[in-house]
Every structure is written in structure tokens, then in C-alpha cells.
């Protein structure tokens, strides 16, 4: 499995609205992209903090770079107005021996 991870600053009040085009808007087209398997969105405990993390999972790093290249432009589009501050976006290798009740649930 592989990973992008996106780390970027929210605009506070637009927190709410954010997790609505999320679900009705970024989740739908994740869903139609080859390989992609789950998104989890990470606010921290105290929204004093506007750091959010979102980690995409694929199953190869092909499928992850194939969305970086043809579709994530789009979903940028529509989540910028959200963004206080740029997009850092890594890729990571998730080494599934050592989270197997997650991959068994993904799976399931």
C-alpha cells in the first residue's frame, strides 16, 4: 500500500464547511480513481490549531502517482478556498505487516 500525505493550514471558520465538499464533492472523485482505497482527514484536538493532515491510501504507488498527475489539480481546485496556507504533500510506503486489523478492515 502507499500513501500521500497533505499537510496544510485551514481557515478556522471554514472548518465545517471543508468536511462537507470532503464527503459530497473530494470523495467521489477519490472513489473513481483506480487503486485509491481510503481517505482519513486529521484535525487536531484543540481547532485553536488549524493543521490538518489527510492521508490517501493506494494500493501501488503507480495509482497514487497517476491521480497526482491527471486528477489531483482538480481537487485542489476545489479545496483551495478552504486553505490558509499551501499544500505539503509527501508519499509514503505503509508497511502493511504492521497495521493488519486496519488492511483486514479496508479489505472487508
Not at 471554514?14 to 467521489?28: A, H, I, S, Y
Amino acid at each position: 500500500m502507499f500513501a500521500r500525505v497533505l499537510d496544510f493550514e485551514l481557515k478556522l471558520e471554514k472548518k465545517d464547511d471543508f468536511v462537507k465538499v470532503l464527503e459530497n464533492q473530494v470523495l467521489p472523485i477519490l472513489k473513481n480513481q483506480t487503486g485509491f482505497l481510503e481517505i482519513l482527514t486529521l484535525f487536531p484536538e484543540n481547532m485553536k490549531q488549524v493543521r490538518v493532515c489527510t492521508l490517501s491510501l493506494w494500493n501501488t504507488k503507480s495509482d497514487a502517482d497517476r491521480y497526482d498527475r491527471e486528477t489531483y489539480n482538480k481537487v485542489f481546485d476545489i479545496v483551495k478556498p478552504f486553505l490558509a496556507t499551501p499544500v505539503n504533500i509527501n508519499f509514503y510506503n505503509l508497511e502493511t505487516t504492521l497495521c493488519e486489523h486496519f488492511v483486514e478492515a479496508l479489505t472487508a
